[in-house]
């Protein structure tokens, strides 16, 4: 199995032109997307972002729609698709927008998650047929995450920091005035709106279970969108889910190990991309084996002025 060392020497010593310096990155990490086709015969699209690294626009959101389109053209419907993801996640909304239209072109959608796909990435997965997942790879919890002005807070905090207000102040009245500072930083409707986020994302994630990997298990679909929703339970948003945890809720999930040549095909794309964005200014790629492309530049952040030219 090529390693990310390996890669990096195939990189200087084959790739690299000793005239220009420049580095085909495009060449070597296609070279490896259309070996990973060779041996599955199945369409691969990837979904890669460098959200591990120096970062940039790496979330899920609705422009990736016309990522997808450029990279499902030429694609036979028949064929099946492997998706692979690599993300920290993003809008939900967005995430669905992209599971419908990939859900529209093909009937037969396996995911494989190299290492992690997170958030709403993981509601990504989940509307699959089944997901192929390392010892290494992780799923995340799917518990929405608001933007307040003092950071990203989970809704299930938010509501139960109300409910403990709430409790508090029956019991004795004269705790009201302890809890006012930290009450005074919420707005209006932000009960509704976290009851409403957490809401969506269970209700998607029931809904793409029912309709592909648990067609025709209503139940299981149900209590597996609550586990992956329970914040109670996951502790941390970012926290992972391992495959084995995901089976016991009937998520169906193949081990990448148990495939030697998928496993090597798999993990070899994966280190092409990482080295992609290591020496590239490139935050996100959407691509397929046939070449297509659609990527986003990292934007790089104007140096800061001062007056007299510091």
């Known amino acids: 199995m090529p390693t990310w060392g390996d890669l990096l020497t195939e990189l200087n010593q084959q790739w690299s032109d000793p005239n220009t310096g420049l580095i ?12 990973l086709h060779a ?12 959200w591990m690294g120096a970062g940039g626009d ?20 028949d064929g ?13 909304t967005a995430a669905d927008s992209l ?13 494989i998650v190299p290492v992690a796909a997170m958030s709403a990435a993981t509601m ?12 290494q790879s ?9 933007q307040m002005s003092f950071g990203m807070i989970p809704t299930g905090a938010i509501t139960r920091t109300f409910e403990r207000a709430q409790r508090e102040c029956a019991e004795d009245a004269t705790r009201l005035s302890g809890w006012v500072p930290t009450l005074q930083q919420y707005f209006p409707g932000l009960l509704e709106i976290c009851d409403d986020s957490t809401k969506l994302a269970r209700t998607l994630v029931e809904r793409y279970l029912q309709d592909h990997m648990l067609n025709g298990n209503p139940d299981a679909a149900r209590t597996a969108a609550e586990f992956f929703a329970n914040d109670q339970i996951h502790i941390a948003h970012g926290r992972g889910i391992h495959r084995d945890q995901a089976r016991l809720h009937d998520i169906v999930i193949d081990d990448l190990e148990a495939d030697d040549q998928l496993q090597d095909a798999v993990l070899s794309v994966h280190h092409a991309y990482m080295h992609t964005f290591t020496m590239s200014g490139v935050a996100k790629i959407i691509e397929n084996h046939l070449g297509r492309a659609w990527m986003k530049q990292r934007v790089q952040q104007p140096a800061p002025v001062f007056p007299g030219g510091f």
């Open 24 to 35: 085909d990155l495009d060449g070597m990490r296609r070279k490896y997307l259309v070996q």
């Open 39 to 50: 041996l599955t015969k199945r369409n691969v699209v990837t979904y890669y972002t460098d």
């Open 58 to 77: 790496v979330s899920i959101s609705l422009p990736d729609i016309h990522g997808l389109m450029e990279v499902f053209k030429d694609l036979g419907e």
């Open 80 to 92: 099946g698709l492997d998706l692979l993801i690599h993300s920290p996640g993003g809008d939900p």
């Open 99 to 111: 599971v419908q239209y990939m859900r529209a072109k093909f009937k037969d959608v396996r995911v």
């Open 124 to 135: 990504w997965a989940l509307a699959g047929d089944r997901i192929v997942m390392g010892k």
């Open 138 to 146: 992780q799923l995340g919890p799917i518990d929405p995450q608001l």
